[in-house]
Nanobody, 123 residues
Framework: VQLQASGGGLVQAGGSLRLSCAAA????????MGWFRQTPGKQREFVAN????????YYANSVMGRFTISRDNTKNSVYLQMNSLKPEDTGVYYC?????????????????WGQGTQVTVSS
């Protein structure tokens, strides 16, 4: 089972990036997906999650109104559209799958993790 995250890069403040996470080895269509991020010296933190049907989405306060999580179950993929990026959004972004249809902001609730993709926002 693999989750492959991609789409990270270097962008100026105010710019946009779209992260993608593709699942291989099994279907996650019946399970919630989430995005988390981590910077050196800090704990991994919740960014956004989406339930299995894509009907319910939750965001960390720090990204609400700027980031949008979505999923395409026909492609076994989840996305994170990031707009109005700020330097404090810099970090390694991880996608994760929870073996349950509803999402959670608790990283311990997620059983499968991708390898992470680096996002760097310059000021």
């Amino acid at each position: 089972v693999q989750l492959q995250a991609s789409g990270g890069g270097l962008v100026q403040a105010g710019g946009s990036l779209r992260l993608s996470c593709a699942a291989a080895g099994r279907s996650f269509n019946n399970e919630a997906m989430g995005w988390f991020r981590q910077t050196p010296g800090k704990q991994r933190e919740f960014v956004a999650n989406i339930d299995s049907a894509g009907d319910n989405r939750y965001y960390a306060n720090s990204v609400m109104g700027r980031f949008t999580i979505s999923r395409d179950n026909t492609k076994n993929s989840v996305y994170l559209q990031m707009n109005s990026l700020k330097p404090e959004d810099t970090g390694v972004y991880y996608c994760a799958a929870r073996t349950y249809p509803s999402g959670s902001s608790d990283l311990l609730q997620y059983a499968y993790w991708g390898q992470g993709t680096q996002v760097t926002v310059s000021s």
